[in-house]
Antibody, heavy 118, light 110 residues
Framework: QVQLVQSGAEVRKPGASVKVSCKAS????????IYWVRQAPGQGLHWMGV????????TYAQRFQGRLIMTGDTSTSTVYMELNSLRSEDTAVYYC???????????WGQGTTVTVSS | QSALTQPASVSGSPGQSITISCTGS?????????VSWYQQHPGKVPKLIIH???NRPSGVSNRFSGSKSGNTASLTISGLQAEDEADYYC??????????FGGGTKLTVL
């Protein structure tokens, strides 16, 4: 079945970086863009960016420009989201999601909790 | 890019219908028919229930329907059931080649 499996929870200190993985299976990896979306505790969904796994092109939300890097590895059907210069406000659940139809997420990863605390 | 505007909460009794609005601008909701709706139960992963304004993915109940007029999209849930109690989010593609979500609406089934 189609699924996205993310890496486990992370704890980081302010100023550090975190890299979260998202491994796809059950479909042709290069045929679907991957979104990253985060959700702070008790808050709503926020779109972070998108990567085209077939060629690695990315688009990031303006608020993350300069701190966010998305990469992909077609040999392992895995995409990565790296967020740098972490601050407490980055504490959230981070989701990857497969884009399908037009700009919708039809399959979600299970989420990765990232906690930023000194 | 500002978040799309949704009411913070709505409520209804079992069997009734409710509508959740999602207001954007001429750069997002008004510009494209690329509005999606997601349902999220507490502690769970979001679930796609409407894509491209009006389309339901396979397996989603036909009690969920979507529409759009100008810069405002709407999600209607008919025949409310207890299991519909959840948070609902809209999203839209934007003219900046990005995606934007609404702030979310908490649905309470009385």
């Amino acid at each position: 079945q189609v699924q996205l499996v993310q890496s486990g929870a992370e704890v980081r200190k302010p100023g550090a970086s975190v890299k979260v993985s998202c491994k796809a299976s059950g479909y042709t990896f290069s045929n679907h863009f991957i979104y990253w979306v985060r959700q702070a505790p008790g808050q709503g969904l926020h779109w972070m960016g998108v990567i085209n796994p077939s060629d690695g092109t990315t688009t990031y939300a303006q608020r993350f420009q300069g701190r966010l890097i998305m990469t992909g590895d077609t040999s392992t059907s895995t995409v990565y989201m790296e967020l740098n210069s972490l601050r407490s406000e980055d504490t959230a659940v981070y989701y990857c999601g497969r884009m399908n139809y037009f700009y919708s997420v039809d399959v979600w990863g299970q989420g990765t909790t990232v906690t930023v605390s000194s | 890019q500002s978040a799309l505007t949704q009411p913070a909460s709505v409520s209804g009794s079992p069997g009734q219908s409710i509508t959740i609005s999602c207001t954007g601008s001429s750069s997002d909701v008004g510009a494209f028919n690329y509005v999606s709706w997601y349902q999220q139960h507490p502690g769970k992963v979001p679930k796609l229930i409407i894509h491209e304004v009006t389309n339901r993915p396979s397996g989603v109940s036909n009690r969920f329907s979507g529409s759009k007029s100008g810069n405002t999209a709407s999600l209607t849930i008919s025949g409310l059931q207890a299991e519909d109690e959840a948070d609902y989010y809209c999203s839209s593609y934007t003219s900046s080649y990005t995606l934007v979500f609404g702030g979310g609406t908490k649905l309470t089934v009385l």
